[in-house]
């Protein structure tokens, strides 16, 4: 079974600085991987994704992910926050090769950027 | 385009009530999924659908039934409505299952509170 583990619930960081958010999952095969994010009040989008080849991914608003297969992780970095990046981010993993599309979700990780 | 609409915004129950949830999403999509959202616990599947005229059960589908009579719209029924519902509900849709590679999009949810 597919697993997806987000260890920080919380992550304080103060404006300018980097932040990195930490996921690892668990599956016997391959994956698809996501990071989605939900600002206040409002639903989820989606951030990025790895489905394949290059394992460094670019997505919106600056952030980027990197796929390592051998530590089974998808962190997910931005190299200067800004005020408007507070949100809840959620990383998620994907039925690979499956019918349904469906979604695992980590627990969340909660972005408090602080001026 | 709307996207993924979800009617109500809010609603307060009284256990024991029934109620509909309402997805509707003008973009074609081919699947249609309810999560619940809780705290610490990120989202977890309720329901799918693959197609109009199907439904499957997810993670947490006990006391939840749902309907897809038209491709466009998902319903989410809760027949008895109790205290440990009390969530913030989200539907989302995807195009078209491309072996879990698909971008799910999100309504903006609801917040359901049962007494």
């Known amino acids: 079974a597919q697993s997806v583990t987000q260890l920080d619930s919380q992550v304080p960081v103060f404006e300018e600085a980097p932040v990195e958010l930490r996921c690892n999952y668990s599956?016997?095969?391959?994956?698809?991987l996501f990071w989605y994010v939900q600002y206040p009040n409002q639903g989820l989008q989606l951030l990025l994704k790895y489905l394949s080849g290059s394992t460094l991914v670019k997505g919106i608003n600056g952030f980027e992910a990197e796929f390592n297969k051998s530590q089974t992780s998808f962190h997910l970095r931005k190299p200067s926050v800004h005020i408007s990046d507070t949100a809840e981010y959620f990383c998620?993993?994907?039925?690979?090769?499956?019918?349904?599309?469906?979604?695992?979700f980590g627990t969340g990780t909660l972005l408090a950027v602080q001026p | 385009n709307a996207g993924v609409t979800q009617t109500p915004k809010f609603r307060v129950l009284k256990t024991g009530q029934s109620m509909t949830l309402l997805c509707a999403q003008d973009m074609n999509h081919e699947y249609m999924y309810w999560y619940r959202q809780d705290p610490g616990m990120g989202l977890r599947l309720i329901h799918y659908?693959?197609?109009?005229?199907?439904?499957a059960k997810g993670e947490v589908p006990d006391g939840y039934n749902v309907s897809r009579l038209k491709k466009q719209n998902f319903l989410l029924g809760l027949e008895s409505a109790a205290p440990s519902q009390t969530s913030v509900y989200f539907c989302?849709?995807?195009?078209?299952?491309?072996?879990?590679?698909?971008?799910?999009?999100f309504g903006p949810g609801t917040r359901l509170t049962v007494l």
């Open positions: 998620a993993v994907s039925d690979y090769g499956g019918a349904t599309n469906k979604l695992i």
């Open positions: 659908s693959v197609g109009e005229g199907t439904t």
């Open positions: 599956s016997s095969v391959s994956v698809y």
């Open positions: 989302a849709s995807s195009y078209v299952a491309g072996a879990g590679t698909d971008t799910q999009y």
